[in-house]
């Protein structure tokens, strides 16, 4: 089935944060410099990106600094946005637009749970605002209800502008449907990337993209390449890679998702604060060497 | 033991909206009017207002109607802020204490559950930040966290001006703990400001005060003179009377708001039951059955 979105890798840049909540712009320029030495695909403001948690105000000063880095040949940033009404994404999308932007990452609302009715509404107010902007729907049970297939294709009948999902929780047998039923361009996790590709074009959400983009890349062509066997054997590698370095972290206290992924960032290289914008905790200094010993201790290789 | 807040019946005023979601001034004017020729407490910006829909320029706009409607003497507004993060919260409340308010109703971000150190941080910052205000904290499930009583006494603890809760949700074992264990004012639900009275100084979130304002105020009557045996007796006709009125409903995935819309305007207001986007109202043929069922069962709450 043809696609409306290319298949790529698509990465995450993280905001660094100084005491005072404020960004640190060096920092924020020299992470997206690195992730493009390897990636092309590239997003700010998911769950990771702490879109939820910005201002108006906020998110343009990122969005301008993302848009300066990210004006080049053969680079595709993207743009998420998580928020709380139709009305309050449309700003926000707005805002992005007028800096430049024309593909977005979109939540539902989490406040109430979207019925069928409203979750079409939602997809043609906002999608149908900036009809030559792209979308890629951002599927997680944060937002209350987890989309499957039988909902895309309802959605792609009505919302000609919704090319992609990311979908990182999506069972093999789901991954089937979406690829073989759908012609939105889905974007797995590392662990999903594999069945997905038995089936046909898909493409990787890289949670692991900056600690290990060698195998990140692996993997990717390996899905494209039909060689499936290597490629969950190199996904099973990410997985336990991944696990290694975070168990230190894991222990009794629910983090939310980003403050892992800032240590992802900071193990890459990257001089990036583990501090969260408030109200939600980053991960210690010290957990944090704990995590880096822990990899490097078992999972050496997975750093070259 | 003392509360930090005085003793009250709170009632949640809705915002009309027109067919292109702008707001119907005149129509919530009206409301707020009409709200306050019985009640002295009301809000803005609940889930029942909407309060995590709309954009900070909606947001201001109501908020300056609402302030214009009831900065009167022995009125006592309030208004809500549902966000998604502490720096959100702060902006909004620093807009709505330009215009002049000094009382908040505040929610915990719902996009990750808190764990205890993220509570208190959210409180101490936010409330922090406007030392003169005070601040009711909105416990409800939208937030992925519902607080308990060893929760408030911890942040009671440090955060002086939280004073009250909205927790309609308490069972009648934790109602008992929040009024005998903490400093804070509880507006509890009709299906729980019963089992409040049991136990000491609460107060009313009257959700049906709308509909039969003489019968919230008798009710809060009741609790506060301790009539408990007709306290109870009024609470089950009101449970009666909330199911009579949604059965049409009652199947239908709607958010909260939805339902406080049929029940403003079954009261007599002029409230369009349309919700802001991307959540849907409920249509005016199932309004009307609503009404009707409603009017089989307890005819005379809508006389």
């Known amino acids: 089935m043809t696609k409306r979105y290319p298949s790529s890798i698509l990465v995450s840049c993280e905001i660094p944060w100084d005491e005072n909540h404020e960004l640190i712009e060096d920092t924020f320029r020299a992470e997206i410099r690195d992730a493009m030495e390897t990636f092309n695909n590239l997003y700010i403001f998911g769950t990771a990106g ?168 692996e993997l990717f062509d390996l899905g494209k390449a039909g060689e499936f066997e290597k490629a969950y054997r190199i996904a099973l590698e990410i997985d336990e890679a991944g696990a290694t370095f975070l168990a230190p972290a894991l222990g009794g206290v629910e983090r939310i998702d980003g403050a892992f ?23 210690d200094m010290k957990t944090f060497e704990a995590c880096v010993s822990a990899l490097k201790s078992k999972h050496a290789s997975m750093l070259n | 033991m003392p509360k930090r807040y005085p003793q009250a019946v709170l009632v949640s005023c809705e915002l009309p909206w027109d067919e292109h979601q702008r707001l119907m001034e005149d129509a919530f004017r009206a409301q707020v009017r009409t ?33 214009e409607e ?6 006592h507004p309030m208004v809500g802020v549902i966000a998604m993060s502490t720096a959100q919260v702060v902006e909004r409340i620093a807009a709505a204490y330009q215009i002049g308010f000094r009382m908040f109703q505040i929610t915990l971000p719902p996009w990750s559950a808190l764990s ?18 005070q ?23 440090v955060v002086p001006n939280l004073v009250a809760t909205k927790f309609e949700s308490a069972s009648p074992g934790e109602t008992r703990k929040l009024v005998t264990q903490t400093e804070l004012q509880h507006f509890l639900g009709e299906g729980n400001f ?76 002029e409230m369009p039951l349309r919700m802001l986007s991307p959540y849907e109202g409920c249509d005016i043929p199932t309004y009307e059955a609503c009404v009707a069922s409603l009017r089989k069962a307890h005819p005379e709450w809508l006389e």
């Not at chain 1, 948690?53 to 993302?66: D, H, N, P, T």
């Not at chain 1, 992802?264 to 905790?281: E, K, N, T």
Request: charged fraction near 20%; aromatic fraction near 12%.
């Open chain 1, 50 to 217: 702490e879109g939820y948690a910005l201002i108006l105000s906020r998110f343009k000063e990122i969005v301008g600094i993302f848009r300066e880095e990210t004006n080049k040949p053969d680079i595709n940033p993207m743009v998420g946005i998580i928020s709380m009404s139709t009305g309050l994404v449309v700003e926000k999308i707005a805002a992005a637009y007028d800096i430049g932007f024309r593909v977005f990452q979109i939540a539902m609302p989490p406040w109430g749970t979207l019925s069928d009715n409203e979750y079409m509404t939602y997809f043609k107010d906002v999608c149908g605002s900036f009809p030559d902007a792209k979308f890629v729907h951002y599927n997680l049970p944060r937002s209350g209800r987890v989309l499957l297939t039988e909902d895309y294709k309802r959605i792609e009948a009505a919302v000609p502008n919704l090319v992609g999902t990311k979908f990182t929780s999506a069972d093999a047998n789901e991954c089937r449907k979406l690829v073989t039923e759908t012609e939105l361009q889905h974007f797995f996790g590392e662990a999903n990337y594999p069945f997905g590709s038995l089936h046909g074009e898909c493409s990787i959400l890289a949670s692991w993209g900056a600690l290990f983009p060698s195998k990140t890349r």
């Open chain 2, 70 to 75: 009831t900065d009167r003497p022995d009125v």
């Open chain 1, 261 to 283: 992924d800032k240590m992802i960032v900071r193990a890459s290289g990257i001089d990036m604060p583990l501090r969260m914008l408030s109200p939600y905790d980053g991960v």
């Open chain 2, 194 to 269: 019963p089992w409040g009275c049991l136990h000491g100084e609460c107060s009313l979130l009257a959700f049906t005060a709308p509909l039969s304002p003489a019968r919230a105020l008798a009710f809060f009557e009741l609790g506060l003179t301790g009539r408990i045996a007709e306290l109870f007796q009024l609470a089950d006709e009101i449970d009666s009377v909330v199911e009579a009125l949604y059965r049409p409903v009652a199947d239908l995935p709607l958010v909260d708001g939805a339902y406080d819309k049929i029940l403003a305007r079954a009261s007599g207001v």
């Open chain 2, 35 to 67: 709200t306050l020729e019985s009640f002295n407490h009301l809000y803005i910006f609940g889930t029942a207002g909407e309060g995590y829909a709309v954009t900070l320029s909606q947001f201001r706009e109501v908020a300056e109607v609402f302030w």
């Open chain 2, 116 to 133: 205890d150190n993220e509570t208190i941080t959210f409180f101490k910052d936010v409330c922090g930040s406007f030392p003169d205000a």
């Open chain 2, 135 to 157: 601040f009711l904290h909105y416990n409800t499930a939208h937030s992925k966290r519902v607080l308990l009583t060893e929760d408030y006494q911890r942040i009671e603890a």
